[in-house]
């Protein structure tokens, strides 16, 4: 098949403008591609920068409250700091007799129960005293409230309460046995 000079420049011009194209898109088509990755690669980092800024903002913010807590950690009013255990245990109980005392009721015995813990390992050491006291029911619902209430932060167990028959009619007295526990820290020395 035998093609004219004009047909054969037509079909060299043909193939050139399709080699043209097939090359142009050859390198058009990935610099597309790696240029829609770049674009989103630079909102990725437009959004970091973004979150980065916020937390910048915050930093005051964190640093007050930072603040906030060494302070509360050094005057810690949740737990008994003292020297010694000895002293928690005296600070406890002269603590839990005001409460006991100033509600009316009569104290009749507190004892302090040693637990046994791996006190040298913990930074917080768990003391209790145990009350035997008599009351009116009215005293004693002030009691518990005021010890479950207060600063440092106690806690009651084993609560027994028991009341005699003969006392019935008339307002009883209520006999009651409870555990204190608290919390102490051995007070930092300051050199």
């Given at each position: 098949?035998?093609?004219?000079?004009?047909e054969q420049r037509y079909l060299a011009v043909g193939i050139l403008v399709t080699l043209l194209l097939l090359g142009a898109t050859a390198i058009i088509v990935p610099v597309q591609l790696i240029h829609a990755d770049y674009d989103a690669q630079i909102d990725i980092?437009?959004?970091?920068?973004?979150?980065?800024s916020k937390i910048l903002a915050e930093?005051?913010?964190?640093?007050?409250?930072?603040?906030?807590?060494?302070?509360?950690?050094?005057?810690?009013?949740?737990?008994?700091?003292?020297k010694n255990e000895s002293i928690a245990f005296a600070e406890l109980n002269d603590y839990v007799t005001h409460i006991v005392k100033k509600n009316r009721a009569t104290l009749l015995s507190i004892r302090t129960q040693?637990?046994?813990?791996?006190?040298?390992?913990?930074?917080?050491h768990k003391i209790?005293?145990?009350i035997e006291m008599k009351s009116k029911i009215v005293s004693l619902q002030k009691i518990l409230h005021q010890l479950e209430m207060s600063l440092p932060l106690l806690t009651i167990d084993n609560l027994k309460i028991s009341t005699q028959l003969s006392q019935a009619?008339?307002?009883?007295?209520?006999f009651?046995?409870?555990?204190?526990?608290?919390?102490w820290k051995m007070r930092e020395r300051k050199n």
């Open positions: 098949m035998n093609l004219s000079e004009k980092k437009k959004r970091q920068l973004h979150q980065y930093k005051k913010g964190l640093k007050r409250q930072l603040a906030q807590l060494k302070y509360e950690i050094t005057n810690n009013k949740t737990v008994f700091m003292s040693s637990v046994k813990d791996d006190s040298e390992l913990k930074a917080y209790t005293v145990v009619k008339k307002a009883p007295f209520l009651v046995r409870l555990d204190v526990n608290a919390f």
